[in-house]
């Protein structure tokens, strides 16, 4: 295959659909790993080594593919995800078809497309005798909608070896690329309160909802748009009968901060929680799920190489900034990281997700050349 027949889209394409149609959603391991399976395959003529690590609580497993060249010094380390949010099934709803510019099907946006093309980019360096200045570590896993609970050590662990790490995560905003994500913090509350019977003994009881609704309106109220800081509390439950006093209730909170100030006075602040009402207790766990990625200098030099590399290809890259988290978070503090590098696109988790045909090429080209030009 020539270099311009790997760019080509509709062979890119092609392989995106293959792991589209395997359908991957975390709770799913065994076709999360039917995935990885195929992945497996896919590296066996190339060179480098695989390392396999069993999935556990209930996830799939994860793919290490290094170079077999550059691991004695750090290198370029690449993050991908296969699962998805898509339930099983869900490709009856949203089959892979393609309308104009857009390809339609679960995650192929939010990241099979940023993971097939990091990889292909990786098989059209391996087409021809030269190698990359740095050796090359791609990671995919299997567990990045929930959090990474299992990966994240793991990534953690090859970020701080590596001199640069690329996450293909899907584009922004008409293929802006991502040097900052806001830290994620996940949270529980407990709320014991007095039960009674609410017709006759209303004064012997101490209310759970009641002191729910006095948390919300509290975390509510630490919401600061103006720096960037939300507070959501997305999972309510209380109470068991409409003529009980509540005794028991439950909230789900998230917390999303641009830096580490913010992370630390937050937390702060929703694990210190009291409870207003006489003989109801409060009791919150949780904490910061990822850390904030702020851009620092060494993602700033990263992001203008990429920059200048994607203006030879033909397009502007610009950086942005996002709400949402991803495995970058857990590398951008120490480790250059750019982020936001796969397919551009819209609808993520959704029912129209789909990516731009018209990306394809350019985005795979940019993978490329940072594999070629990194030192």
């Keep these: 295959m020539t270099n ?53 609580d209930g996830c799939g497993d994860h793919l290490v593919a290094r170079t077999i060249w550059g691991q004695d010094a750090p290198g370029i380390l690449v993050l991908s995800h296969l699962d998805t949010v898509h ?41 021809t005798t030269d190698r990359s200045p740095l050796g090359i570590t791609h990671i995919f896993t299997s567990d990045e909608e929930i959090g990474s609970p299992n ?28 040097t900052g994500r806001k830290g994620v913090g996940r949270f529980e509350v407990f709320i014991k309160g007095v039960p009674a019977h609410a017709g006759t003994r209303p004064q012997d009881g101490r209310s759970a909802n009641r002191e729910l609704a006095n948390l919300i309106l509290a975390l ?35 917390l999303r901060v641009p830096s ?9 602040r929703i694990l210190g929680l009291t409870s207003k009402t006489d003989g109801v207790t409060i009791k919150v766990t949780g904490g910061l799920n990822r850390p904030p990625y702020e851009k620092n200098n ?6 203008e190489h990429a920059k200048a590399l994607a203006a030879e290809i033909g397009f502007e890259l610009i950086d942005t900034h996002t709400g949402g988290g991803s495995d970058g978070n857990f590398t951008a503090a120490h480790t250059a990281t750019l982020d936001g590098l796969g397919v551009d ?6 029912h129209y997700e789909q990516l731009y045909v018209s990306s394809l090429e350019p985005r795979a080209r940019l993978l490329h050349r ?6």
Aim: hydrophobic share 40%; with cysteine; proline share 5%.
């Design 4 to 56: 311009a027949n790997w760019f080509d889209s509709q062979t890119i394409l092609d392989g995106i659909r293959r792991w589209v149609e395997i359908e991957t959603p975390t709770e799913a391991p065994e076709q999360v790993n039917k995935l990885i399976s195929l992945v497996a395959e896919q590296y066996r003529d190339l060179p480098v080594t695989l390392e396999r690590i069993a999935g556990v």
């Design 220 to 254: 509510e109220g630490m919401n600061d748009l103006e720096r960037g800081v939300t507070v959501n509390v997305g999972v309510v439950r209380g109470g068991t009968r409409p003529n009980v006093t509540p005794e028991e209730a439950y909230a789900e909170i998230d």
């Design 370 to 375: 940072l594999y070629q030009t990194l030192r």
């Design 151 to 178: 990966s994240r050590a793991l990534i953690e662990r090859e970020g701080r070896k590596a001199k640069y790490v690329l996450v293909t995560e899907p584009a922004r905003d008409g293929g802006k690329i991502v």
């Design 345 to 350: 696109g819209k609808g993520a988790h959704t």
């Design 298 to 303: 060494a993602g700033a030099s990263l992001y």
């Design 87 to 127: 339930p099983m099934g869900f490709i009856e709803r949203l089959p892979f078809r393609i309308e104009g510019d857009s390809a339609f099907g679960p995650g192929i946006y939010d990241m099979k497309g940023g993971a097939y093309i990091a990889h292909h980019a990786f098989g059209a360096l391996c087409a």
């Design 260 to 268: 580490f100030t913010d992370a630390e006075e937050f937390v702060g």
